[in-house]
C-alpha cells in the first residue's frame, strides 16, 4: 500500500539527488541511509567551490514495525525538505521490531551519527569521506530530526549524544515531529493509557509494559534530563493526532527540566499530516525551515 521509490544519483539543476549509503554492513539489520543533496545552481554537486550546507539526519516514523527510508511518502518528504531548507538530508534506515526491539533502533541511530562523524574526521585529516559529503556537509551544523517513531528515536539518541564526544560534528538542534509516546496519562479525570499496546509490545523490550521510559519519558522525574546539554528542541504537533495529549505531556515535562523547547501546535492536522498536500502542510514547512536557519545562524546553540 506504501511502495518503495528507487534513490535518483542524477538531478537537474534545481532538483534533489539522492542515493543510498551503507552505514554498517556488519549489523544484524544492515543499516543504511539515504542521502538527499541539492543540486542547486550555487551549490552544483561538481562545484570547485562548494556552499556547505546544515545536514539533517532523519529518521522516519512506522511505529518502529513498518515503512523505510525508501518508502515513498519518506523519499518525497527528505526532497522536499532538501529543497526549500537548502540542507543535506541523511535519511537513516534503522531496524524494525520485532526481529529487532527496541533498543536496537537507538543503536542504529546512534551507529548513523558515528558513520558522519566518521565522515568528517576523514575530510579533515586525509581520509576518503562520501564525496558528495566532503563537497558539501557542514560537519559542525547537525540537526537530528525524526516524525512519529521516528521523533521518539530522536529524542532518545540526543540523550546519547549529551554523553558522547561527537567532533567534529555539532548537533545545533533537535525537531521532533510528533513523537511517538505512549503510557499513563495523568488528568483531572483520572489515568488513561495513550498509545498502541499492540504495536508497542512488538517494539519495546520483552516483558516491558507502556510506561517503560523508552515508550513514556514523563515516567521519570523532569530531574533525569535536567542537568543534561541537549539541542535547542522544536515539537511540532496536530491537534487532532490521537497522541496528542501525551505528547504535549511531554513538552511540558521537558520544559520543567529547564530545556530550551519551541511548541507549535496545528489545530486541525492529523498524524502524519506533513506527509501530504494538505492546507496546512506549507505552514509546517515554514515552521522547519525557520527553526533550522536561525538556529544554526545562532552562535550560541548546543
Given at each position: 500500500m506504501?511502495?518503495?521509490?528507487?534513490?535518483?544519483?542524477?538531478?537537474?539543476?534545481?532538483?534533489?539527488?539522492?542515493r543510498?549509503?551503507?552505514?554498517?554492513?556488519?549489523?544484524?539489520?544492515?543499516?543504511?541511509?539515504?542521502?538527499?543533496?541539492?543540486n542547486?545552481?550555487?551549490?552544483?554537486?561538481?562545484?570547485?567551490?562548494?556552499?556547505?550546507?546544515?545536514?539533517?539526519?532523519?529518521?522516519?516514523?512506522?511505529?518502529?514495525?513498518?515503512?523505510?527510508?525508501?518508502?515513498?511518502?519518506?523519499?518525497?518528504?527528505?526532497?522536499?525538505?532538501?529543497?526549500?531548507?537548502?540542507?543535506?538530508?541523511?535519511?537513516?534506515?534503522?531496524?524494525?521490531?520485532?526481529?529487532?526491539?527496541?533498543?536496537?533502533?537507538?543503536?542504529?541511530?546512534?551507529?548513523?551519527?558515528?558513520?558522519?562523524?566518521?565522515?568528517?574526521?576523514?575530510?579533515?585529516?586525509?581520509?576518503?569521506?562520501?564525496?558528495?559529503?566532503?563537497?558539501?556537509?557542514?560537519?559542525?551544523?547537525?540537526?537530528?530530526?525524526?516524525?512519529?517513531?521516528?521523533?521518539?528515536?530522536?529524542?532518545?539518541?540526543?540523550?546519547?549524544?549529551?554523553?558522547?564526544?561527537?567532533?567534529?560534528?555539532?548537533?545545533?538542534?533537535?525537531?521532533?515531529?510528533?513523537?511517538?509516546?505512549?503510557?499513563?496519562?495523568?488528568?483531572?479525570?483520572g489515568?488513561?493509557?495513550?498509545?498502541?499496546?499492540r504495536?508497542?509490545?512488538?517494539?519495546?523490550?520483552?516483558?516491558?509494559?507502556?510506561?517503560?521510559?523508552?515508550?513514556?519519558?514523563?515516567?521519570?522525574?523532569?530531574?533525569?534530563?535536567?542537568?543534561?546539554?541537549?539541542?535547542?528542541t522544536?515539537?511540532?504537533l496536530?491537534?487532532?493526532?490521537?497522541?496528542?495529549?501525551?505528547?504535549?505531556?511531554?513538552?511540558?515535562?521537558?520544559?520543567?527540566?529547564?530545556?530550551?523547547?519551541?511548541?507549535?501546535?496545528?489545530?486541525?492536522?492529523?498524524?502524519?499530516?506533513?506527509?501530504?498536500p494538505?492546507?496546512?502542510?506549507?505552514?509546517?514547512?515554514e515552521?522547519?525551515?525557520?527553526?533550522?536557519?536561525?538556529?544554526?545562524?545562532?552562535?550560541?546553540?548546543?
Amino acid at each position: 500500500m506504501v511502495p518503495d521509490v528507487p534513490a535518483k544519483s542524477q538531478a537537474e539543476q534545481g532538483e534533489i539527488a539522492s542515493r543510498d549509503v551503507i552505514i554498517d554492513s556488519s549489523a544484524s539489520s544492515c543499516i543504511w541511509a539515504r542521502l538527499f543533496v541539492p543540486n542547486n545552481v550555487s551549490t552544483p554537486l561538481s562545484s570547485a567551490t562548494p556552499e556547505r550546507l546544515p545536514v539533517v539526519v532523519f529518521f522516519h516514523g512506522g511505529a518502529f514495525v513498518v515503512l523505510s527510508a525508501a518508502t515513498g511518502l519518506y523519499h518525497q518528504f527528505c526532497e522536499k525538505l532538501a529543497k526549500e531548507a537548502n540542507v543535506i538530508v541523511l535519511s537513516v534506515n534503522y531496524g524494525l521490531a520485532p526481529e529487532h526491539r527496541l533498543p536496537a533502533a537507538y543503536d542504529d541511530a546512534f551507529s548513523a551519527i558515528k558513520w558522519l562523524q566518521s565522515q568528517g574526521v576523514a575530510l579533515y585529516h586525509g581520509g576518503d569521506p562520501d564525496p558528495w559529503l566532503a563537497l558539501h556537509a557542514d560537519f559542525s551544523s547537525i540537526f537530528v530530526m525524526g516524525d512519529s517513531a521516528g521523533g521518539n528515536i530522536a529524542y532518545h539518541l540526543s540523550l546519547r549524544l549529551a554523553h558522547e564526544d561527537i567532533k567534529p560534528l555539532r548537533v545545533k538542534g533537535l525537531v521532533l515531529i510528533q513523537p511517538s509516546f505512549g503510557g499513563t496519562l495523568k488528568g483531572a479525570e483520572g489515568s488513561t493509557c495513550i498509545g498502541n499496546r499492540r504495536l508497542w509490545r512488538l517494539a519495546l523490550p520483552p516483558g516491558a509494559e507502556m510506561d517503560h521510559f523508552f515508550c513514556n519519558p514523563t515516567s521519570q522525574p523532569p530531574s533525569t534530563v535536567q542537568n543534561l546539554v541537549l539541542p535547542r528542541t522544536a515539537v511540532l504537533l496536530g491537534g487532532l493526532d490521537r497522541m496528542h495529549d501525551k505528547q504535549h505531556e511531554f513538552v511540558t515535562w521537558l520544559m520543567s527540566a529547564k530545556q530550551d523547547v519551541e511548541l507549535t501546535e496545528f489545530k486541525n492536522a492529523t498524524h502524519g499530516f506533513y506527509l501530504f498536500p494538505r492546507d496546512d502542510t506549507p505552514a509546517f514547512f515554514e515552521k522547519v525551515l525557520y527553526f533550522i536557519h536561525r538556529t544554526e545562524e545562532s552562535k550560541d546553540s548546543s
